[in-house]
Nanobody, 117 residues
Framework: QVQLVESGGGLAQPGGSLRLSCVAS????????MDWYRQAPGKQRDFVAR???????NYADSVKGRFSISLDSAKNTAYLQLNNLRPEDTAVYYC???????????WGPGTKDTVSS
């Protein structure tokens, strides 16, 4: 099985930056995607960014140009760099590992980010 643990959440001011990490442990896969989602209070969980094991990335329109996802396969860690933060970026951020060949996916417990002056 797979365990995911996010870290790096906290308080930031508008215009500031945060860096989130998601460490995966357990089974090892060759082909997979690592996604970041976020859920603001009272709202649904929304897609933020994705990176595949091949390094292909895509982003939600709301974060393009501000957030950057990266992957360190040797450390089984995905990162999400959040720049130029806005109050509306306040949410719990979750990472998600998906293995298409097994039709399986796992969620981390989430890390909370608050953007406020």
């Amino acid at each position: 099985q797979v365990q995911l643990v996010e870290s790096g959440g906290g308080l930031a001011q508008p215009g500031g930056s945060l860096r989130l990490s998601c460490v995966a442990s357990g089974s090892i896969f060759r082909v997979y995607t690592m996604d970041w989602y976020r859920q603001a209070p009272g709202k649904q969980r929304d897609f933020v960014a994705r990176i595949s094991s091949y390094g292909i990335t895509n982003y939600a329109d709301s974060v393009k140009g501000r957030f950057s996802i990266s992957l360190d396969s040797a450390k089984n860690t995905a990162y999400l760099q959040l720049n130029n933060l806005r109050p509306e970026d306040t949410a719990v951020y979750y990472c998600n590992l998906r293995v298409p060949a097994q039709d399986s996916f796992w969620w981390g417990p989430g890390t909370k980010d608050t953007v406020s002056s």
